[in-house]
């Protein structure tokens, strides 16, 4: 997916734990682990803002655009050599 998440850099950053952010967060650990890992399909707005207070930065603190050739191939897609 060619959007990067980039929360364990933040938690680096103010020296604080996965467990302790989503207690912090009000969320559970495993969908803190599935969203910081990258494996998450969406984020709501107010998640996104609890994490945005909690760790005192902004929303492109924590998620950046990488192009396609840097993010990796997506899997299950194929190459269509016919481009409208």
């Given at each position: 997916?060619?959007?990067?998440?980039?929360?364990?850099?933040?938690?680096?950053?103010?020296?604080?734990?996965v467990?302790e952010?989503?207690?912090?967060?009000?969320?559970?650990?495993?969908?803190?682990?599935?969203?910081?890992n990258?494996?998450?399909?969406?984020?709501?707005?107010?998640?996104l803002?609890?994490?945005?207070?909690v760790?005192?930065?902004?929303?492109?603190?924590l998620?950046?655009w990488e192009?396609?050739?840097a993010a990796?191939?997506?899997?299950?897609?194929?190459?269509?050599?016919?481009?409208?």
């Amino acid at each position: 997916m060619p959007i990067a998440v980039d929360i364990d850099v933040m938690l680096a950053k103010r020296k604080m734990s996965v467990g302790e952010l989503a207690e912090r967060v009000g969320i559970t650990p495993a969908n803190l682990a599935v969203l910081k890992n990258g494996r998450a399909k969406a984020v709501r707005f107010s998640t996104l803002a609890a994490l945005c207070e909690v760790l005192e930065c902004q929303p492109g603190d924590l998620l950046r655009w990488e192009t396609q050739e840097a993010a990796g191939p997506v899997s299950g897609s194929t190459a269509d050599s016919t481009m409208a």
